[in-house]
């Protein structure tokens, strides 16, 4: 059986040779951190199961460090607040992610993408394991990383694994939306949770100067990697990078809850795009961008859309004869926006989207294609 070091350095090593980890600096902190004292007992799928099922893997049962060891996203709490020790070894749960351990090589490509030096004041929204942190506080030193976590309990576990480790960062249990309680002139600021926009507070404590990277998101929740620089006091620019990234959603920018589906007549109409677009990565994502109010359900030709704030629908189907067509009922045409910047983004060449940047100021803010003066849509500020 491998030791914890072992099975470190031998992740350390696979994500150095596939590319994700290019700086030595931040290879010593994968190498250095043990994750199963932030990890402890998680939850893994039922493969196959609908809807999804979890069985607990408990710390120290079979697997259980080499599970830690994998390039892997750990579940660590379902609903907010159950935990994989309070499931017996045999039962399996349903629930929805609220707290999880991120895959080891997206935090350390985050933190090399973010162009942390050393020297500079970061602060991290979305504590959750506190993994993510102890790699932070390892390459910067516990007195220049603050990291906030919204969940009391999930901070208090983070605390103490942190403590244990041998970090000391400083720890804020709080909405991270509203940044440092305390205020702050920050170089960096690192989110690991994801946002419908750039939180103002945000844009007003990282220096002119510094950088925000963080995942963009909303209520069909497609995601999108975005890299800003702060160009004055509450205003900021920036791009898209390439990948697939996506987070759980800052728990007060979550879609509230809504009545269970009912699909109800309306006018119906040939649809101009194929609505498997939106079922794609970027597609998905252009398609929330027209209609952020949105949660998009379906697969394939068969999409529904459902506009939380005003109960609009827009479903769509193959057509009888070929096409496809769609339903639309309620005050906003959820369709009719999602056609035309479907189509908006086809004319411009389908980019991904790091052919996408966006743009925050007082005035708003706006993810456009190309550069600033291309088209775009206003995120829900
Ligand atoms: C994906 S987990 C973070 C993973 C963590 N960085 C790690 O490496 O283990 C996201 C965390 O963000 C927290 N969170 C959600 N909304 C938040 C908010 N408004 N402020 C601070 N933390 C928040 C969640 O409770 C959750 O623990």
Wanted: hydrophobic residues 40%.
């Amino acid at each position: 059986m491998s030791t914890s070091a072992q099975l470190r350095a031998a992740l350390a090593n696979v994500l150095a040779e596939d590319g994700t980890l290019t700086d030595p600096a931040w290879r010593g902190a994968a190498e250095a951190v043990p994750r199963e004292l932030f990890v402890g007992p998680y939850f893994a799928q039922v493969p196959d199961s609908v809807p999804t099922r979890y069985r607990p893997v408990h710390r120290g049962e079979d697997g259980w460090l080499e599970g830690i060891y994998t390039d892997r996203t750990l579940i660590t709490q379902l609903d907010g607040r159950t935990r994989a020790d309070d499931i017996d070894g045999d039962s399996t749960v349903v629930g929805s992610p609220t707290s999880s351990s991120t895959l080891p090589s997206l935090v350390l490509r985050m933190w090399q993408q973010l162009e942390v030096e050393a020297g500079h004041r970061v602060l991290e929204v979305g504590t959750g394991t506190g993994y993510s942190t102890a790699l932070g506080a390892h390459r910067l030193g516990g007195d220049r990383l603050t990291s906030i976590e919204y969940d009391p309990e999930v901070g208090r576990a983070a605390a103490a694994a942190l403590t244990a480790a041998g970090y000391a960062p400083r720890l804020v249990v709080g909405d991270g939306l509203r940044g440092d309680p305390d205020g702050g002139a920050y170089d960096r600021l690192i989110a690991t949770c994801s946002v419908r926009y750039v939180p103002t507070a945000w844009l007003h404590q990282v220096k002119p100067g510094g950088k925000i990277l963080v995942t963009l998101s909303g209520w069909s929740y497609a995601s999108g990697l975005a890299l800003l620089t702060v160009t004055g006091p509450g205003t900021a620019t920036g791009r898209f990078l390439p990948g697939y990234t996506s987070f759980m959603i800052a728990r007060p920018h979550d879609r509230p809850p809504r009545p269970s589906l009912a699909l109800l007549p309306g006018e119906e109409r040939p649809s101009l795009i194929d609505p498997a677009v939106i079922g794609t990565w970027t597609g998905d994502w252009v398609a929330q961008l027209a209609a952020p109010a949105a949660e998009r359900m379906g697969a394939g030709p068969e999409q529904i859309l459902w506009d939380v704030s005003t109960g609009s629908q827009a479903r769509t189907a193959p057509g009888p004869e070929g096409g496809w067509t769609v339903v639309q009922r309620g005050p906003v045409r959820l369709w009719d926006r999602v056609e035309a910047a479907i189509r908006l983004w086809q004319a411009a060449g389908e980019p991904h989207q790091e052919g996408f940047g966006v743009t925050a100021s007082a005035g708003g803010q706006r993810v456009w294609i190309g550069g600033e003066d291309g088209p775009g849509w206003d995120l829900p500020v």
